[in-house]
């Protein structure tokens, strides 16, 4: 499906609500987040997942985004059978802080805004003013 100009796709519909919510409060416990930003850094995070399972590209979470991946994979079973029914295999998750720059950081912004996600650029580090903790290590503030 492609997403038109006047709709716009959310990653906490990829799953199903009691699922979000219940990794969202997990997210909040575990990485010490009220729920609000909890549930932005899971949106966020399965937004980027269906960009990566889609394209078979892999991409880079921000610093602040990666704990959602971190989170879904840590529901082991329900992170398996999502990746294998909606992509057929695992994402793999392999680390590399290196490619967490403002560049890198802007094109993902850019690949979810095409496929047609809200992108919150605050979580990403694209915001016009770099504030932690969304900076992602590219500016004075990280």
């Not at 990485?31 to 549930?39: G, H, N, S």
């Not at 971190?70 to 392999?94: K, N, P, V």
């Not at 047609?116 to 605050?122: L, P, S």
Request: charged letters at 25%; proline letters at 7%; glycine letters at 8%.
């Amino acid at each position: 499906m492609t997403a038109t100009a006047l709709e716009v796709r959310h990653g906490r519909d990829l799953v199903p609500p009691p699922l979000f919510q219940r990794l969202a409060a997990f997210c909040a416990d575990e990485y010490r987040m009220d729920l609000p930003m909890a549930e932005r850094v899971m949106d966020q995070g399965l937004a980027l997942l269906d960009l990566m399972g889609t394209t078979g590209e892999p991409l880079s979470p921000s610093k602040t985004v990666d704990p959602a991946w971190h989170t879904f994979m840590l529901h082991s079973q329900e992170y398996t059978d999502w990746c294998r029914t909606r992509y057929g295999r695992y994402i793999h998750h392999a680390p590399n802080s290196r490619y967490r720059d403002g560049l890198v950081m802007r094109q993902v912004v850019d690949r979810l805004r095409a496929a047609g996600y809200f992108a919150d650029d605050a979580l990403w580090g694209t915001a016009a003013d770099c504030n932690e903790p969304a900076c992602c290590g590219d500016g004075p503030c990280c």
